[in-house]
């Protein structure tokens, strides 16, 4: 028993001896360098701080409703539960992986009671030898323990792949994050924004409500025509057109934030009702060197991550060109009967050894191997796109901040300007010294004005939201010493 022992010992030690090379290529994660976004930010939206800023950054537009939204939308979004669920799996995926390397151990027991033929090859054998009995049993119970051999590393190789595809599952729901939460805050500076222009629809109604008014006086004491009347009437009409469209708007984006937070559409209406003021978009809290950026963008480092998996699939593929040994063994006893079943004379161990080699496939292993380079490479061109489209949504953002906020800005004077030549014109309309069109026209022009800066306030705290996208805010991103490469 003791020879039988160690010659099972020695086989697992020699297995371990040859398990220590892996074929393929090693991976080396790609060297990418981005020339400095030659878009920037104002020195008024720039500000140094530290990247925990950008992990949390819709608290920097100060508005506790926002953060409450992205609070439920963080607890309670259905896209991030799904891709909870699929990081869930790869980790499955990656463990089970990782426990093909080691050896499989299993119990095996069994009991067995029959009553021989005696017209069966053995039977007919037995029932001529004195004492022979026709009804037998057997107990077996023991250990048995198998494990390939991996000569060539492609069970290795197969576990770094499915560990690489588990960070990358990792990163793509960081990315679902951000995504969402880059939503749901769109979503609220949406309705923020119809809200405020609904509210200058409604005020430059009742101003246009009172001019009728007036109007119809003046008609009444015969200084003006029903021309002007029905001028005056069509102003208001103009006016009162805009609500429809802003309110589908409104609900539009009311609808989508609720299922962003996982509700049924109509959930958020009462507690958004009240009015409140577009939120100021904050300064920009963080680094915009394009390295930075694509340290804390959660898609380049699904794409880096899926990359890495293909590369290792180049190793799995190549090592089934080489053989492949298992071996196996078993502890066990087996008896007749209960009462001599743990003994020396039931003890029954065993060491099978098994060499699989395909020497001929019709070039099967070729064209598996190509296929994970053909893999590979795509992952590669996938990895390069990711980055440049980070740079692209950058670039995006930054010019989308500046000009929205530029635009912003003469728009505020040109609503202070045009509610001074409004006032002026009713002045002087009612004290009889210009007609009743140049009052018309103030009141259509401050009205388109009005909305227009309501509308454009919303896009800058909009443009906002998506640059901090873009700069991959949302999550604690890794320090800058360290790379995505695992």
């Not at 990163?171 to 200058?200: F, K, P």
């Not at 060491?351 to 795509?378: H, P, S, Y």
Request: charged share 20%.
């Amino acid at each position: 028993m003791k020879t039988r022992t160690g010659v099972f010992a020695w086989a697992l030690l020699a297995g371990f001896g040859l398990s220590g090379c892996m074929v393929g290529p090693d991976y080396k994660q790609p060297e990418v360098t981005l020339s400095p976004f030659h878009n920037q930010l104002a020195k008024a939206n720039q500000s140094q701080s530290n990247s925990a800023e950008l992990s949390t950054w819709w608290k920097n537009f100060n508005d506790p409703v926002l953060v409450d939204i992205v609070n439920r939308v963080t607890a309670q979004n259905l896209d991030l539960a799904a891709s909870i669920a699929r990081v869930e799996q790869a980790r499955a995926v990656a463990n089970a992986a990782g426990a093909d390397l080691y050896p499989t151990v299993d119990f095996d027991g069994s009991a067995s009671k029959q009553r021989q033929s005696l017209q069966s090859p053995l039977g007919s054998l037995g029932r001529n030898l004195p004492g022979y009995k026709r009804n037998q049993k057997e107990l077996t119970a023991g250990l048995t323990a198998s494990w390939e051999v991996d000569l060539a590393g492609g069970l290795r190789r197969g576990s770094a792949a499915a560990r690489a595809d588990y960070e990358a599952a990792e990163a793509s729901h960081l990315g679902t994050r951000v995504t969402v939460v880059a939503e749901a805050a769109d979503a609220y500076m949406q309705i923020r924004g119809y809200q405020a222009r609904l509210a200058v629809a409604a005020d430059q109604i009742s101003t246009d409500e009172r001019l009728l008014k007036l109007v119809n006086f003046r008609r009444s004491v015969g200084d003006v025509t029903g021309r002007d009347v029905a001028q005056a009437e069509a102003l208001l009409s103009q006016a009162r057109s805009t609500v429809p469209t802003l309110r589908i708007g409104l609900e539009a984006q009311l609808n989508r934030l609720d299922v962003l937070m996982g509700s049924q559409p109509g959930s958020s209406a009462q507690q958004l009702s009240k009015n409140s003021t577009i939120p100021d978009s904050p300064s920009v809290k963080d680094s915009l060197a394009p390295a930075d950026v694509l340290r804390r963008r959660p898609d380049i480092i699904a794409a880096e991550r899926k990359l890495a998996a293909s590369n290792e699939r180049i190793g799995a593929a190549i090592s089934d060109y080489y053989p492949k040994v298992s071996l196996s063994g078993a502890l066990g006893f087996d008896s007749i009967s209960g009462n001599r079943m743990f003994t020396s004379r039931s003890f029954q161990p065993s060491i099978t050894g098994l060499v699989r080699w395909r020497l001929f496939d019709f070039g099967k292993i070729d064209a598996e191997v190509a296929q994970a380079k053909g893999e590979n490479a795509e992952a590669l061109a996938l990895y390069r796109q990711s980055v440049l489209k980070a740079a692209e949504d950058v670039e995006n953002s930054l010019v989308s901040l500046s000009q929205t906020q530029e635009r912003q800005d003469e728009l505020a004077q040109e609503v202070a300007a045009l509610t001074r030549a409004r006032d002026l014109s009713e002045r002087a309309y009612k004290a009889g010294a210009t007609p009743l069109t140049d009052v018309l026209d103030a009141n259509k022009e401050l009205l388109v004005a009005r909305d227009g800066l309501n509308s454009t306030q919303a896009d800058s705290a909009r443009a906002a939201v998506s640059l901090f996208r873009a700069m991959g805010g949302g999550w604690d991103s890794p320090a800058p010493t360290q790379t995505s490469q695992r």
